[in-house]
């Protein structure tokens, strides 16, 4: 016949580790986003306050059309110094610097001159995106949804 054996280790009062054997953690790495007085530096700052007064005039009917969340990383030698959230799935749309509130449908991480040459018609997004000039992660066929966005927008 066969014997059960339980292998669990019983674990007392004071067998874990002393406070002389742990070790402190530092503080967590914060994303580099620029304070707001140098957002202004940048040259695609200018072109993000126009498309969010954009969002804020159409807003209603993109979110009917689009239906999604997206998350914009520009970014400067690989890291990240402009963070700006496009939401066209609550209420009548808007669009916000920082991290999306609510958890994004895509995210896409552009260099910032990738990100000028696409919304200024310079590069096409899909040749862009197959070259490996930007990354896209989550519900990458949304990203055709904000290239129309941006369409609308440069005909504004």
């Known amino acids: 016949m066969w014997k059960r054996i339980d292998r669990q280790l019983k674990i007392k009062a004071g067998d ?83 991290p999306a509130r609510l958890p994004a449908d895509t995210v896409f991480t552009i260099p910032e001159p990738v990100f000028m040459a696409l919304v200024l018609g310079k590069m096409n997004p899909q040749k862009a995106f197959l070259a490996g000039k930007l990354k896209v992660s989550g519900k990458v066929l949304l990203g055709q949804k904000l290239e129309r966005v941006f369409k609308d927008w440069a005909k504004y």
């Open 16 to 98: 874990g580790p002393q406070a002389s054997q742990l070790k402190e953690l530092g503080p967590a790495q914060e994303l580099t986003v620029p304070h707001p007085v140098a957002l202004s530096e940048f040259q695609s700052f200018p072109v993000f306050e126009d498309i969010s007064h954009h969002i804020k005039e159409v807003g209603a009917q993109l979110v009917k059309k689009v239906n999604a969340i997206f998350q914009l990383d520009i970014t400067k030698d690989g890291k990240t110094i402009l963070q700006w959230t496009i939401d066209l799935k609550n209420g009548s749309g808007s669009m916000y610097p920082g």
